[in-house]
């Protein structure tokens, strides 16, 4: 399985970015695919997670309402839409797939990662 995340850069409090994660090799029917983060210091979390077997999400409680995950199965690509993004989601952002379950949020779940998108969000 290969993840190639894309879409990162440097935008302002309130702005948007979409991030875009190209998948070959992965079952898109069958398992579940998102999008972590994670800053210096601290464990990576979920951001948004989807099942591709039902369509079931999760996000995170901090970025509920204002992220949409999606994914397009004919060109094989997952997307996060980030809208009024703020200081606190300054990160690396992570594609991840997961070949074990359905759905999850624990990194420990997901054995398919990409190389990570820098997203800077600053006035």
């Known amino acids: 399985v290969q993840l190639v995340e894309s879409g990162g850069g440097l935008v302002q409090p309130g702005g948007s970015l979409r991030l875009s994660c190209a998948v070959s090799?992965?079952?898109?029917?069958?398992?579940?695919i998102g999008w972590f983060r994670q800053v210096p210091e601290k464990e990576r979390e979920a951001v948004s997670v989807?099942?591709?077997?039902?369509?079931?999400?999760y996000y995170a409680p901090s970025v509920k309402g204002r992220f949409i995950i999606s994914s397009d199965t004919v060109e094989n690509t997952v997307f996060l839409q980030m809208n009024n993004l703020k200081l606190e989601d300054t990160a690396i952002y992570y594609c991840?797939?997961?070949?074990?379950?359905?759905?999850?949020?624990?990194?420990?779940?997901?054995?398919?990662w990409g190389q990570g998108t820098h997203v800077t969000v600053s006035a």
């Open positions: 991840a797939a997961s070949s074990i379950v359905t759905m999850a949020t624990g990194p420990d779940f997901f054995d398919s």
């Open positions: 090799g992965f079952d898109f029917d069958h398992y579940a």
């Open positions: 989807m099942s591709t077997s039902d369509g079931e999400t």
